[in-house]
């Protein structure tokens, strides 16, 4: 049963992460602190450790080779910087090493390293398209831009993007669209979001209109007015619901929660921290009504212990635990 288990595929969310864990211990200013991090993801999931099993059984294939090299190849390049050329000698290297197999089957997570633009945990990035569009990128998120004389396409690979559309000059006119697993969000004029989650991609409409159409053949599209989203798989669009426009306020920062369930809310904000976040079940159903930075989670975690009866416990920078307030 164990080797079963160890050969089946690994969510490819896991696996990126680990890669991105040995990369920082990698690192030169690599610290206790980010092993303990590390450790604690690890611990945090059963699939957490198979991952970094699978990726340290990798890597040892290609050892032989200067610390150096598999160093450059597997540490991420400045920020804003990462680029194309690091991600193929990563490909070079992992295919000189007998990988693969893992690339083409188990993870796209090296498609996303070679992707045109794309952020790091924590981070978000305003870019301007050839044409004007202007795409900001949320937290760990990855697209590539695929521009040609039929249409203007935004491939998202990873994360999250809120996109304000340019006017097209050009005759005859070319359509904007993302594209993501579970088909396209095609603007009409528009200011929106789209988000890949699990087995899905969810569209919000600020402005204008988009057009919904999942990737299965005969599926129904479906238009979203300005103030609708809904989220959509491959064979159709579902929960179409009214969405406000400080769903887009991550683009600046923030998160605005409007009685939100704690869990929700922190669910949310670990998405821009390294590490784990946990709530206690206790407490998970309390709501949570203000504004919160997602540029320094460490102080909104400080306003939501201020303002609610519950503790935040570090057992390190990387390992936070949310739980009820001891009673007096």
Do not use: K
């Not at 945090?44 to 080779?65: D, G, K, N």
């Not at 993007?161 to 000059?169: F, G, R």
């Amino acid at each position: 049963m164990s080797s079963q288990l160890d050969s089946a595929p690994i969510a490819p969310a896991a696996l990126q992460r680990a890669a991105e864990w040995m990369a920082r211990l990698w690192a030169e200013d690599a610290s206790a602190a980010d092993a303990d991090a590390c450790a604690a993801w690890r611990a945090s999931h059963p699939e957490h450790e198979r991952a970094w099993a699978r990726l340290q059984r990798f890597t040892r294939q290609f050892e032989v080779l200067p610390r150096e090299v598999a160093r450059g190849a597997l540490t991420p390049a400045p920020r804003h910087a990462i680029g194309r050329r690091r991600a193929l000698q990563l490909l070079g290297l992992i295919a000189a090493g007998g990988g693969t197999a893992l690339l083409a089957h188990e993870t796209d997570m090296w498609q996303r390293a070679a992707s045109d633009y794309r952020t790091s945990v924590g981070e978000t990035r305003a870019i301007a398209l050839a044409d004007g569009t202007q795409v900001v990128l949320d937290t760990a998120s990855a697209i590539d831009v695929a521009y040609s004389a039929g249409e203007r396409r935004i491939v998202l690979r990873a994360g999250a993007i809120l996109v304000t559309s340019a006017h097209e000059a050009t005759s005859p006119y070319r359509p904007l669209l993302v594209a993501t697993p579970q088909g396209t969000a095609t603007a009409l004029g528009t200011r929106f979001s789209v988000r890949l989650d699990d087995g899905e991609s969810r569209v919000a409409v600020f402005q204008g209109a988009v057009a919904l159409q999942p990737s299965q053949d005969n599926a129904a599209p479906v238009h979203l007015q300005a103030g609708q989203q809904a989220g959509y798989t491959r064979l159709v669009v579902q929960d179409v619901t009214n969405v406000e426009n400080s769903a887009a306020a991550w683009a600046d920062g923030s998160l605005v929660a409007e009685r939100m369930r704690l869990d929700q809310l922190l669910a949310e904000l670990g998405r821009y921290r390294h590490g784990v976040l946990r709530c206690d079940a206790s407490i998970a159903g309390l709501r949570v009504t203000g504004v919160y930075s997602l540029r320094d989670t460490d102080r909104s975690l400080a306003n939501l212990a201020a303002s609610l009866p519950v503790q935040l416990r570090y057992r390190t920078r990387y390992w936070v635990s949310v739980g009820p307030r001891p009673a007096a």
